[in-house]
Each structure stands twice: as C-alpha cells, then as structure tokens.
C-alpha cells in the first residue's frame, strides 16, 4: 500500500450558501470532492476521510426545535444529532466515491464506519461554548433568536456573520481506532470520525455514555492520524494556502512553513479563531506527535498539492 494519507473535509465545504443548503446541493458538492480524493487514490495513495458536520448538526437541532414547538415531538438530543449528521453525510461520501471509482475502473471499496470519541467530562469548553454551528445570520436575527431562546450562545464567525456556538472539548481518544485501522490493512478507503466524531466520556472499563458537544473535527482529526500512524495529514478549508496578514494590503500566501516558524506566527495572532487557528493547532499537534507533514489547502487542490505543488505544506524543520 501507499503513503497513509488523512483527509478532512470542512462541512462548511459542503453547503455553498444559505440558498444551496438542500440535501441535494450537498450531494453535489460531496461529489465534487470525490472527484479530488479519488485523484489521490489514482496517484497510488492510501487515503482516510474525515468531515466537519458545523452546519448541518446546526440544521438537524433546528428541525427538531421547530418540530417541538410546532407539534410536540420529542427533542433530540445534540449527541444524537452529531450522530446522525455523521452517518449522513458519511452515506453521501462513500456513495460518490463508490460511484467515481467505478467511473475510472480504481479496485477501491469504501466503508464508513460511525465512530465515537472520549472527551472528558471535566472540559472547560462544557462552561466556554465555542463551537460555532449551523448557518450565518445577522445580528439582528441572532438577538431576535437569544431573545427567544436566551441559553443560546452567539459569536461572530470570521466576518460571515452570527452563528450558534456549543460546547466543543477536546478529542483524548478515537474508541474505534482499531476497527478502522483494520479496514485500511484491508485496502478500504475508510470515512471515519465524522463531524468530530460522537462524543462520549468513559463510565468505567470500556464503557461509554454520550454527552451533547460538537468535536473539532480538525483536532479529531489530527488525534485520528496519529492513532493510525498516517504519515501525511491534509486538512482542507476555502483558500488554496494559508496566508499571513490575511485581508490586508501585505497579505502573503505561505507555500512551506516549520514548525517553529508556525508556532511564532500564532503568537503574532496571524490566524483568526473561528477559522484558520484551530487547523493550526491541530496540524502542530499532529507534527510534534508522529507526522510527517501537514498540507492545509482547498479541495481542488488536493491532486497537486499531495505532490508539493499547491496549498501550505507544514514540516518538521
């Protein structure tokens, strides 16, 4: 087998604008990307699939508050929502790349598998919600929405916008790392920890309980890859490369970066939060645990970037 290689796709990724958010519309957008990580498993790489959920669990908990409100039906709890997001938007990606490697004659079967990961119970974010969910509004729909709902939590997302933020603790552990490492020693190209994975704490040896919390799917991610000694970690975002004084007349587009000179760029504050930050803090953390590399650039890209030509490469030294 190839190079190990974990992809992350952003859920952002897969809803174009708040008029193109149907299930169909991210279909479509889900296929597109297929197009790009089947291109990598062309060129002989070994590749695992992750997925962001921060729209659609945003979407999910709407549907089952309007469908309280209006007729009684019983809530749905955030973890379960994170669960079903997960296994749908899983179903989508094994669906086309199925389909787009039977298109091209490529021997790849695909599996998804509904994975959850420990968190711990005594996370600061349980008390900090940060997470940022479902779609933009403005702030005059956030007040109007906290004024009906005052528990409900805003920020302002990167200049898109006002979005519902909820608790989103730290991955510690992939609970079923072991069954996806099998299906990779088996040839599938795995989809795994969707939306950051189901977040659950440990009750006792090997059990589990679910708790309501969105996962980073980056820093899961990050987690996942080095649980499974992937050698190359690409986290995929909405520009080709990561930039430095982003939206400003100096902005510069960063094509190789070490470590050390990644970790003084966060110090100077370069990256915002919302965004760009987090895919920061995981890629350190996968590079000073086990990685070789990380690329962080846009789907498209993926099939020159795996070669070193697009997107960011992060490296040792």
């Not at 190209?189 to 969707?194: C, E, L, R």
Request: charged letters at 20%; aromatic letters at 6%; proline letters at 5%.
């Amino acid at each position: 087998m190839g190079e190990l290689v974990i992809v992350a796709i952003g859920g952002n990724s897969l809803v174009r604008d708040n008029g193109r958010d149907s299930i169909a519309d991210q279909y479509e957008a889900v296929c597109e990307t297929a197009i790009n990580i089947a291109d990598m498993v062309e060129q002989g790489f070994q590749v695992v699939v992750t997925h962001g959920n921060g729209p659609q669990v945003g979407f999910a908990m709407r549907r089952c508050e309007i469908a309280h409100e209006v007729s009684g039906m019983p809530t749905i709890p955030l973890v379960n929502c994170v669960a079903d997001t997960q296994g749908g938007i899983g179903y989508q990606i094994q669906q086309a790349l199925t389909n787009e490697f039977a298109k091209r004659g490529i021997a790849k079967k695909v599996a998804s598998i509904i994975t959850q990961v420990e968190v711990s119970k005594e996370d600061p974010n349980f008390q900090n919600p940060t997470k940022p969910v479902g779609s933009f509004f403005t702030l005059e729909q956030a007040e109007a929405m906290k004024a009906e709902h005052p528990d409900w939590v805003f920020i302002e997302d990167s200049g898109r916008g006002y979005r519902r933020v909820v608790p989103s603790p730290k991955p510690i552990d992939i609970v079923e790392k072991e069954a996806i490492r099998s299906l990779i020693e088996a040839g599938y190209v795995v989809i795994a920890a969707g939306g950051g994975g189901i977040p659950v704490v440990k009750t006792g040896e090997n059990t589990y309980d679910g708790i309501d919390a969105v996962i980073d799917k980056d820093f899961a991610t990050s987690l996942l890859a080095e649980q499974i000694d992937a050698q190359t970690l690409i986290i995929t975002t909405g520009v080709p490369q990561v930039c430095i004084h982003f939206g400003k007349p100096e902005q510069k587009a960063l094509e190789q970066i070490t470590i050390e000179e990644t970790k003084q760029y966060v110090q100077e504050e370069h990256f915002a939060k919302g965004s760009m930050l987090p895919k920061i803090e995981a890629s350190l953390s996968f590079l000073e645990h086990r990685g070789s590399r990380v690329i962080i650039t846009n789907p498209e890209s993926l099939k020159d970037a795996i070669v070193g030509k697009a997107g960011t490469h992060i490296v040792k030294q």
